[in-house]
């Protein structure tokens, strides 16, 4: 996916920032293995 789209990784903090210019926050963080998490966000 990363090379078909374009896409690129990405650390918490840069995601931070993405959702706030979204409107939303990340509210909690989890882990689900293999080095991947899964986030819920909540509008701000």
Do not use: C, H, I
Not at 11 to 35: C, H, I, M, N
């Amino acid at each position: 996916m990363l090379n078909v789209t374009r896409g690129m990784e990405r650390e918490f903090d840069e995601y931070d920032a993405l959702f706030a210019q979204a409107g939303w926050r990340r509210s909690k963080t989890y882990p689900v293995g293999g080095g991947y998490s899964a986030m819920e966000l909540t509008a701000v």
